[in-house]
């Protein structure tokens, strides 16, 4: 079974400042799906960025980029400007390829952007 | 494009009631996962349905809890004679058809949440 881990429960970041927000995995597949989701105080689930396993190029989304390191099993996200908006719980999320698409996701860092 | 819509956003329950909460994907959708969120936690994924079928229900509690995606209308999770540890919020996600769904990104619904009294 995969597990997904963010080890920082919450961070905090200053408006227009760069924050990374870490996330590991544990898995035996070699070709998978990894996603960024963030969770605003609305509690809507919004996807925030994607990366496929087999792609050696780190995903981009305007401000938001991650750092794929599939040999240590790391996909961090950074998120650089800070904006007021970012607040959000940012949940790191992984799927398998293959029939059983369901995401797995690991617990969520809570971000706070201040002035 | 609507996105995927889920109603009811809040719904009381006391003990020993029925709960439906109900899905529509997204559309052009073929694929619908339900997620539960307990306070303070990440989603755990429940159920993956296409259309009247279940693909993979691992995630389901074996008993009270059940879901369809029926021909025609919304997906429906039902949970009878519902406990306070229900109490969650439930979301639903669509991918369109792709290779059995295979890498498809999944798109949120904002999310039923479950009170029971």
């Known amino acids: 079974a995969q597990t997904v881990t963010q080890s920082q429960p919450e961070m905090s970041v200053q408006e227009a400042e760069t924050v990374t927000l870490s996330c590991t995995y544990d898995?035996?597949?070699?070709?998978?799906?990894l996603f960024w989701y963030k969770q605003p105080p609305s509690r809507q689930m919004i996807l925030v960025i994607r990366?496929?396993?087999?792609?050696?190029q780190n995903a981009t989304e305007n401000r938001f980029s991650v750092n794929f390191q599939k040999a240590a099993k790391s996909f961090s996200l950074k998120i650089s400007d800070s904006q007021l908006g970012d607040t959000a719980m940012y949940f790191c999320?992984?799927?398998?390829?293959?029939?059983?698409?369901?995401?797995?996701f690991g617990t969520g860092t809570r971000l706070q952007v201040t002035l | 494009n609507a996105g995927v819509m889920q109603n009811p956003r809040h719904l009381v329950r006391r003990r020993g009631q029925e709960a439906r909460l109900r899905c529509s994907p997204m559309?052009?959708?073929?694929?619908v996962y339900w997620y539960r969120q307990l306070p303070e936690e990440g989603l755990k994924f429940m159920v993956y349905?296409?259309?009247?079928?279940?693909?993979?229900e691992s995630g389901m509690p074996k008993e009270r809890f059940s879901a369809e995606f029926p021909k025609e209308g919304p997906s429906i999770l039902r949970i009878q004679q519902v406990v306070r540890g229900d109490s969650a919020a439930y979301f639903c996600?669509?991918?369109?058809?792709?290779?059995?769904?295979?890498?498809?990104?999944?798109?949120f619904g904002p999310g039923t949440r479950l009170l029971v009294l």
């Open positions: 559309k052009g959708h073929s694929h």
């Open positions: 990366q496929e396993a087999y792609k050696q």
């Open positions: 349905l296409q259309k009247e079928n279940i693909i993979d």
């Open positions: 898995t035996s597949e070699n070709n998978y799906y």
């Open positions: 999320a992984f799927m398998k390829t293959g029939t059983a698409s369901k995401l797995t």
């Open positions: 996600a669509s991918s369109p058809p792709g290779l059995a769904g295979v890498g498809e990104t999944q798109y």
